[in-house]
Each structure stands twice: as C-alpha cells, then as structure tokens.
C-alpha cells in the first residue's frame, strides 16, 4: 500500500508500507493493506510505519527510526485511506 505524508511545507514521504499507526481522535489505530476506506481526524501523537521497499520520497531528517519503524511527531491532521492509498495531511 502506499503512504504519502504531506505537512504544509512539503511532502515528508511517499513510498510503499505494510503497516501504518495513527494517534487518531478516539485513540491510536493501525491500518493494514486492503483497509477499509476511512476518513479520520488526527490528534498530537506519533504517526508509525514499516515500509515494504525504498521510498520514492522521504525527508529522513523529519522522521526516528526505531526498530525497523520510522516514526514522526505531529500536532493532528487528517487521514484518507481508499484502494490501499494512504494520505496523512499533519501539521
């Protein structure tokens, strides 16, 4: 599945993941391959994920790589998830 982070001032990441953690508003949520379509607000947390091959885009210097996770701060946001394409707009 593919996950593209864009914050304000630029795209942070693009680039195929098999699994993404989202500090959403009710509490954190994963999202697997063949998800559900879903629409979600985003609040201050960490936003997680493993990636399955190289990046086509990715501001490493934004992100903490722990255990084979990569991991990025934000202050809330909003996810779209449809047809196994993931967009987070983080501030």
């Given at each position: 599945?593919?996950?593209?982070i864009v914050t304000p001032e630029a795209i942070l990441y693009r680039g195929k993941v098999k699994i993404v953690t989202l500090p959403g508003v009710k509490g954190s949520f994963q999202i697997l391959e063949n998800h559900a379509p879903i629409v979600s607000l985003l609040e201050k947390g960490t936003?997680?994920?493993k990636e399955s091959e190289s990046p086509a885009v990715f501001m490493q210097e934004h992100?903490?790589?722990e255990k084979g996770e990569y991991a990025l701060p934000?202050?809330?946001?909003v996810v779209e998830q449809k047809d196994n394409r993931i967009i987070v707009l983080a501030q």
């Open positions: 599945m593919i996950l593209e936003l997680s994920f992100f903490i790589q934000i202050e809330g946001g």
